[in-house]
Structures are given as structure tokens and as C-alpha cells.
């Protein structure tokens, strides 16, 4: 039972460049989510779909897009990476908004912006 | 204002010896969940543990189990019998109305042989 996948696991981009963050499930869930964590921190909402055709912005939005491409599949896309953004990225999904279902996580993905 | 706290930074406990990690918690909601994660050193999140906020009992998970005092917004986590495996960065989340989940900024924990 594969759950969450996210792809690539680790990647190496230079200021400027672009590149897309993949992540899907396999549990039927409709909500999807992504947070990022910084050294030591916590992990903050970048954005989060609560089902098929929508997107919403979390706490950190800026340098950030998504498309919920169906109801598997939730792409995160720098479209131009600063180091700021260097940091690692986790995908989750839920299975409805409703209150008190538990969270998903992928393994994360490691980015860092030269 | 901070919605999730953790007070503690980090923790060192003797192996065997039960545990416990603060977190206090803050909303206005009636309806919220409390969540433990637990993300060894491999850097993926582990779900532990879930209160919501109207179960009469807290909860338990095998050696988990969650202190809820909801008068005091606390959600404290209670680790029995600590394993040299339970070393790891341990997060408490809320999950509000909105259905956004917010995370603390952890406590490290780690069990001495």
C-alpha cells in the first residue's frame, strides 16, 4: 500500500530555476495538502485542495503554485526558486474536510536552492 | 499568537521510563482535533495519536496515549515504557474548523540506554 508518493525525494536547483513537486495518493482521499519545514521548525500549510477542483492558500503561500490535477495527483511548482525556499516539502492527504480524519504524510522531498 | 506550543525544545529521558511532552493549544472553535506525529531522523511524519475535541476519554495507542485537560488547552503526550527507538522530534498539531492543520515547532526527544 504505496499511501502518499512524493517525487523527487531530493533535489538541487540554482536561484532562479523553475520546477514542479510531485505528489499522489491512492487512498480515494479528497483533500490534499502541501507544508514545507524549515531547520527545526514545525511544518507550515503552503497550500491545501479540499477536494477535486479546488486550491486554497495556506500560511505561506508566496513563490508557490499548485494544480489539483484529479483527485489523485497535487503538483507544487516554484516558478522561480529563491534559497529561501530551500527546505523540505511534505505532501499529506486526508479523506474529506471533515473534522477529525487523520493526515497522510509522503516521505518529504528535499530541496535546496544554490 | 502562537496556536500550538511546545515548551520544550528538546528532552532526555532514561530508557523504560515513561515520558510526557507538553503542548498547549490555542482556539476558539468548539470542534478541533489534537494530533501527535513523530518524525525519526529519516525525516518522515508518523502519526501517533488523535483527541478530538468533544471525546469523553483520552485517547491511548499502545504505549501513546494523550493527556487531554481541555479546561487548560493542554494535549499533553504520555510515552510508556520509552524504547531506545522512540528518539525522534515529536510534533503536536491541531486541526481546526477550517481544516487547516497547524504544527508546533516539536520537542527532540531522546531515550539514553
Known amino acids: 500500500n504505496a499511501g502518499v508518493t512524493q517525487t523527487p525525494k531530493f533535489q538541487v536547483l540554482k536561484t532562479g530555476q523553475s520546477m514542479t513537486l510531485q505528489c499522489a495518493q491512492d487512498?480515494?482521499?479528497?483533500?490534499m495538502y502541501w507544508y514545507r519545514q524549515d531547520p527545526g521548525m514545525g511544518l507550515r500549510l503552503i497550500y491545501y485542495s479540499a477536494s477535486e477542483g479546488t486550491t486554497d492558500k495556506g500560511e505561506v503561500p508566496n513563490g508557490y503554485n499548485v494544480s489539483r490535477l484529479n483527485k489523485r495527483e497535487f503538483s507544487l511548482r516554484l516558478e522561480s526558486a529563491a534559497p529561501s525556499q530551500t527546505s523540505v516539502y511534505f505532501c499529506?492527504?486526508?479523506?474529506?474536510?471533515?473534522?477529525?480524519?487523520?493526515?497522510?504524510f509522503g516521505e518529504g522531498s528535499w530541496l535546496t536552492v544554490v | 499568537a502562537q496556536k500550538i506550543t511546545q515548551t520544550q525544545p528538546g528532552m532526555f529521558v532514561q530508557e523504560k521510563e515513561a515520558v510526557t511532552l507538553d503542548c498547549t493549544y490555542d482556539?476558539?472553535?468548539?470542534?478541533?482535533?489534537l494530533f501527535w506525529y513523530k518524525q525519526p531522523s529519516s525525516g518522515e511524519m508518523i502519526f501517533l495519536i488523535y483527541?478530538?475535541?468533544?471525546?469523553?476519554q483520552n485517547a491511548t495507542e499502545g504505549r501513546y496515549s494523550l493527556n487531554f485537560q481541555k479546561a487548560r488547552k493542554s494535549a499533553n503526550l504520555v510515552i510508556s515504557a520509552s524504547q531506545l527507538g522512540d528518539s525522534a522530534m515529536y510534533f503536536c498539531a491541531m486541526r481546526e474548523e477550517a481544516n487547516e492543520l497547524v504544527f508546533g515547532q516539536g520537542t527532540r526527544l531522546t531515550i539514553n540506554p
Open positions: 499529506a492527504s486526508s479523506e474529506d474536510p471533515m473534522f477529525g480524519n487523520t493526515i497522510y
Open positions: 482556539t476558539s472553535d468548539p470542534s478541533y482535533g
Open positions: 483527541q478530538g475535541s468533544y471525546d469523553q
Open positions: 487512498m480515494n482521499h479528497n483533500s
